[in-house]
């Protein structure tokens, strides 16, 4: 179900980090990896809006996900050491949010080379 897109999104993500290397902000891989996603024609939606719901009422607070891929994936993006508790309980309230069933939290801040780690709800 998730393993040609899971493959492609992560030859993108290596794709990036082979370009790029180790050392820049989320928000240079965040470009990066969007304009790779274009390339490799993946679809996605960058920074899709997941409201969020309390006893049936919408709240005001919103998550905002680095990538949604083939509507069905969150793709969270990290520059960090390593990949903390925090970092996967982010993604999996993420996937609680949106009803999805996979989240990838890639770490662009790893070296040698950038890691991508499953979150399965």
């Known amino acids: ?3 040609e897109a899971c493959y492609a999104i992560q030859g993108a993500v290596f794709e990036v980090y082979r370009e790029m290397g180790c050392g820049f902000l989320e928000s ?3 470009e990066c990896l969007e304009r ?12 899709q809006i ?9 709240l005001v607070q919103v998550y905002k996900p680095d990538f949604v891929c083939y509507e069905k994936i969150i793709v969270e993006l990290k520059a960090v050491t390593s990949i ?4 996967e309980a982010q993604v999996f309230n993420y996937l609680k949010a949106s009803k999805f069933h996979l989240g990838l939290i890639v770490n662009f801040g790893h070296y040698p ?4 780690k499953r979150i399965i709800l």
């Open 1 to 3: 179900m998730f393993g």
């Open 28 to 30: 240079v891989y965040q």
């Open 36 to 47: 790779e996603f274009r390339r490799q024609k993946i679809p996605f939606i960058a920074q």
């Open 50 to 58: 997941l409201e969020l719901f309390y006893k049936g009422d919408r």
């Open 84 to 87: 903390g508790r925090e970092h």
């Open 113 to 116: 080379k950038a890691t991508v």
